[in-house]
């Protein structure tokens, strides 16, 4: 972890809309198809012994339903006989039944100890399997979504130890021969672990390798596990096979020989290691103020500060600057000052240009500060986010008093875990090699955009919610901000029965339900067809975000939720539902 480049996350500003007004209840009826069920989803319920949170998060709250990325509104469910159930949709109003593409060779119910079945796709013609019970399967699917060249076929399967989820896998070519590569996740008793849960989480990164000199055969040829004590938000192997990207609350760390251990136990000491900010700062709609504390024997004769309209630069004894960079906003370089308070602490003035303006961060990309807020400012915040989401299909502008009281929405907005970290790990040295600390950036939901590319994940920023593409060969450009879901941040925040969360590919909308019935869908602004005036300011409207929400005619909780560009599907245990969100081009 010490050799690991501590990174942060460049948010696009070209894509962050400071104008979103919020999001209009709509009331356009949204087309809603459902299918019944031959046999009922293969749903595993958790036992007496898996009591923890992460075992809630990685199989009670387990998403039965699998997307294929590679064939557009593909997608698949286990049912209770052990079928690979495939649905397979080209046009609503003609819906087939979903149909058997595979069927597992164990009879599931045999084994006591058994998880989910679980699946991902590597490739558009590979496929990798679990039955729950410990034992992996490799199937060349042919090209999948059409019945006529699609035939299943088993070309490994073998027992790897005790149950496990496939969490990701991908399919590359290495020195000639086909690999694939695939992370199985596990929650197991820790008998150490005398005054925490009783458990921890291992991920397992399993490379399995065609021997070209043995009649074609996939043999195992790595096996490598990671362990931690919190279920990562995500997880996922690079394309190339060469590393591995895990979000997580707690660190993951590499078990590794007896040798290596010693320096391994180095490194954890350096991550567990909180330091303190380098700088405080805090912000008014006209200033900020930053404050650092100052080493002993440090005059006004050994500091340098440069300040610039978008930069500053702060050197102590013609050392390396101790901060330096561009500016979130502009400044009135020419009005900004600085003073020595106490003999212990360098005080520095900034006045915005642009007043009003709310900055996330003082130096863009620096995370070495932390932002000190008081209470005023962040009931202020809170009542100034109220008008988000509308229950009303006409809000009234004129209205004085908020819908809602501001505490209670701070109290919804709040959440556990703070401090999670983005790390990538190197697959030939195992360790660390870039880390980001998310802070208060919380973790909302991961969405294949490219199958081709790794999985995008979806994070809080402020009220936002914004999408971040990995990319394992770019490593000046390693996350890419490549969309903007305007306040859905916030919005989530008080769905307090969510379940899950997806995006449409094409970022069209973003989409959450809850555990039982309703799904509620946000698009993205679009173009309004008439005239729309805001009373209140005195202007026109050039767009507005619509708030669908759509209720099922289920009593079943969710156990499925997909999101293709078109249509949202929704499974529960005996019904599959489609919603159609857009029509096709």
Partial sequence: MAGAAHCSLQAKRLLLDPKFEGYKLSLEPLACYQLGLDA?????????????????????????????????????????????????????????????????????????????????????????????????????????????????EIVFNEELGSPFIVAHSVSFIKSDAHSLSVLLLRVEKDELDTKGSGFHVTLEWVTIAERKESDHRYEII??????????????????????????????????????????????????????????????????????????????????????????????????????????????????????????????????????????????????????????????????????????????????????????????????????????RFDGDTLKVTHIINLGSNQYLFSVVVNPKEMPCFCLRHDVDALLWQPHSDQPENMWEHIATFNALGYVQASKQDKKFMACAPDYSYAALCECLRRVFIYRQPTPLA????????????????????????????ILGFQATSERLFVLTTKTLFLIKVNSGN
């Fill in 40 to 152: 009922a989803v293969a749903e595993v319920q958790l036992r007496d012994d898996q009591y923890t949170l992460d075992h809630m998060r990685a199989f009670g709250m387990y998403n039965y339903l699998h997307l294929d990325s590679w064939y557009q509104d593909n997608v698949y469910y286990v049912d209770q006989f052990g079928r690979v159930m495939n649905l397979s949709v080209t046009l609503d109003t003609a819906l087939q039944k979903p149909r058997e593409v595979f069927r597992l060779p164990t009879d599931l119910t045999a084994c006591d100890n058994r998880l989910c079945a679980s699946m991902h796709f590597p490739s558009s013609t590979w496929v990798t399997l679990s039955d729950g019970t410990g034992r992996l399967y490799l199937i060349k699917s042919g090209k999948r979504g059409s019945s006529a060249s699609e035939k299943w």
């Fill in 222 to 423: 790595k096996r490598r596990v990671l362990q931690g004590k919190s279920v990562p938000h995500y997880a996922a192997i690079e394309p190339s096979g060469d590393g591995l990207m895990i979000v997580s609350h707690k660190p993951f760390t590499f078990m590794q020989s007896e040798s290596d251990k010693l320096e391994e136990n180095d490194d954890a000491k350096v991550s567990n290691e909180k330091k303190d900010p380098l700088y405080y700062w805090q912000q008014t709609e006209d200033d900020v103020t930053v404050t650092v504390h100052l080493p002993q024997d440090i005059t006004k004769d050994d500091i340098k500060i440069r300040f610039s309209p978008d930069n500053i630069c702060v050197i102590l004894k013609d050392q390396t600057p101790l901060m330096e960079g561009n500016l979130y906003s502009s400044v009135d370089h020419e009005s900004c000052t600085w003073i020595i308070r106490e003999g212990k602490s360098l005080e520095i003035s900034l006045i915005k240009k642009n007043e009003g303006c709310r900055w996330p961060e003082l130096i863009i990309g620096d995370t070495r500060g932390e932002l000190v807020m008081d209470p005023s400012q962040c009931s202020e915040i809170a009542e100034s986010l109220m008008h988000l989401t509308s229950e009303v299909m006409n809000p009234n502008p004129e209205k004085e008093n908020p819908p809602c009281n501001a505490q209670e929405l701070e109290e919804c907005d709040a959440f556990l875990e703070d401090g999670a970290s983005l790390c």
């Fill in 530 to 557: 008439t005239v729309l005036y805001n009373r209140k300011e005195g202007r026109q409207v050039g767009q507005v975000a619509k708030q669908l929400v759509a209720t099922l005619e289920a009593n079943d909780p």
